[in-house]
C-alpha cells in the first residue's frame, strides 16, 4: 500500500522481506510515492488496482514466480512502465537475460545504495516519460498517415479497404477489451494486410475478396502478397513489429510461437478472428452463426478472442439501432448497414463503412456530378441509440 499521496511518481515495489520494503519507503520518500507487496500476486492486484505506475522495481527471488517472469507480466500489462529488477551475484545470469528479453529497463544490486536507488527512480521516470511522448509522436503522424490512407483507398477499392475499416475496427475494439498493449500496431497490421490487392485487376480482385476459385495465374500473385507488403512497409520506420504480424497473418505463424515473440502472435490471433468473422458475415451469415463457426469450426481460433468478440458484438447491438435516411441526412457518426451503391450498379462503399467528414465529401462529389442524386431514396444505416438517464 502507499503511504503518501503527493504529486510525486509512482513506484511500485515487490520484496518478500518487510523490514527491507520498509527501508525503501524512508529512501525514498522525497522522490516518489511508495506503494509494496511481498509477492508477485499481491503486486499485480496493486498493480492493476492502484496503477498506472511510473516505476515496477521487484526483487528476482520471489515466492512463486521470480522477480524477472513478474516483470515480464508488468510490461505486458504497460510497455511504458520503466521496470527495474534487484539483483545479487548469485542470480545475475537470469538477471541479464530479463534484461535482454526486453522486459527490464534497469538492474539495481542488493542491498541498496541510496543514491543509486535515487538517481534510478528519476532516471526511470524520465524513461517513462520519453517512452509516453513518443507513443504521442506515432499516433500523431504515422498512425494519422495511416488513417488518412485508408480513407483515400476505400473510395479506390472500396471492397478491400472497406474489409480494412471493419477490421481494423473489430481486431482494435477486441485488443481494448484484451488489454494489448500496443492496439496500434493491430489496427495498423488490419489496414496493411489488405494493401497487396491494389496491385490486381478489379475482376481480380473482387474474386480473392468473395474467396473464389482463382484462376492458377493469380494464385502466384497471390502467394506473392507477403512480398509485396513486406516491401511496401520496409521503407517505413517503427513497423517492424507490424511487418512480423502481417508475416504471421500471410501463412507463417509458426515461427512466431514462442514467449520472445508471443505479443506479434496474439495480435495475429486477434486479427485473424476478425478478418473470418468479415470473410462470414460478407457471404451473408449472421452474427450468430458466425460466432458459432469460429467457436466449432475446423479451424481453431484463439478462445480469450472469440470470447471478447461476442461480448463486444452483443453490447453493439444494443448501442446501434438500423435506420433509413436520405441521402442529404447522412451524418458524421453513422456506419453504412449495407452495401452503397450509385444507380449504375457501381460499388461506393460496403456495408459496415464509417461515415466520416472525409466520406461524407466523397458522397458529395459523387452527387455533384448528376443532375439528380444517384443514390438510392433511403440508405440504411447502424445510429448510435442514445442513452437517456
Known amino acids: ?231 511496401l512497409l520496409g521503407h517505413i520506420p517503427r513497423l517492424e513489429e507490424v511487418r512480423k504480424i502481417i508475416d504471421c497473418l500471410m501463412g507463417n505463424p509458426l515461427p512466431y510461437q514462442n514467449k520472445a515473440t508471443e505479443e506479434v502472435y496474439q495480435a495475429y490471433r486477434i486479427i485473424d478472428a476478425a478478418l473470418e468473422y468479415d470473410y462470414l458475415e460478407v457471404d451473408g451469415h449472421d452474427s450468430e452463426v458466425i460466432l458459432g463457426t469460429l467457436k466449432g469450426g475446423e479451424k481453431q481460433f484463439d478462445k480469450d478472442v472469440i470470447e471478447a468478440m461476442s461480448k463486444l458484438l452483443h453490447k453493439s447491438k444494443t448501442r446501434y439501432l438500423v435506420n433509413e435516411v436520405p441521402f442529404e441526412e447522412l451524418r458524421v457518426g453513422m456506419r453504412l448497414a449495407e452495401d452503397l451503391s450509385l444507380e449504375t450498379a457501381m460499388l461506393v462503399a460496403p456495408k459496415g463503412t464509417d461515415i466520416t467528414k472525409h466520406f461524407l465529401q466523397v458522397l458529395h462529389n459523387y452527387d455533384s456530378c448528376y443532375d439528380r442524386t444517384p443514390f438510392p431514396k433511403l440508405i440504411k444505416v447502424f445510429v448510435a441509440e442514445k442513452v437517456t438517464s
Open 1 to 231: 500500500m502507499s503511504i503518501m499521496t503527493k504529486d510525486l511518481p509512482k513506484v511500485l515495489f515487490v520484496d518478500d522481506q518487510a523490514e527491507v520494503l520498509d527501508d525503501l519507503r524512508v529512501i525514498v520518500a522525497e522522490v516518489c510515492d511508495p506503494y509494496t507487496a511481498t509477492n508477485a500476486e499481491e503486486g499485480l492486484k496493486i498493480f492493476e488496482n492502484d496503477g498506472p505506475f511510473t516505476i515496477v522495481a521487484s526483487d528476482q527471488i520471489l515466492p512463486g514466480i521470480n522477480g524477472a517472469e513478474f516483470l515480464a507480466k508488468v510490461s505486458r500489462r504497460d510497455p511504458y512502465c520503466s521496470t527495474m529488477l534487484v539483483t545479487g551475484h548469485a542470480d545475475y545470469h537470469d538477471a541479464m537475460r530479463a534484461v535482454n528479453d526486453g522486459h527490464v529497463f534497469r538492474l539495481l544490486d542488493k542491498p541498496y545504495a541510496e543514491q543509486d536507488l535515487i538517481d534510478a527512480i528519476q532516471a526511470g521516470a524520465r524513461q517513462r516519460q520519453l517512452l509516453e511522448s513518443e507513443q504521442v509522436l506515432l499516433q500523431e503522424t504515422l498512425v494519422g498517415a495511416v488513417n488518412a490512407l485508408t480513407d483515400t483507398l476505400a473510395t479506390v477499392k472500396p471492397l478491400f479497404f472497406g474489409r480494412a475499416q471493419r477490421v481494423k475496427r473489430l481486431a482494435g475494439e477486441i485488443a481494448r477489451y484484451l488489454n494489448f498493449a500496443h492496439v496500434w500496431q493491430v489496427e495498423t497490421a488490419a489496414v496493411f494486410s489488405q494493401m497487396a490487392s491494389i496491385t490486381l485487376p478489379e475482376e481480380e480482385a473482387e474474386n480473392v475478396f468473395l474467396r473464389k476459385r482463382l484462376r492458377p495465374q493469380i494464385v502466384e500473385l497471390v502467394k506473392k502478397f507477403p512480398e509485396v507488403i513486406d516491401h
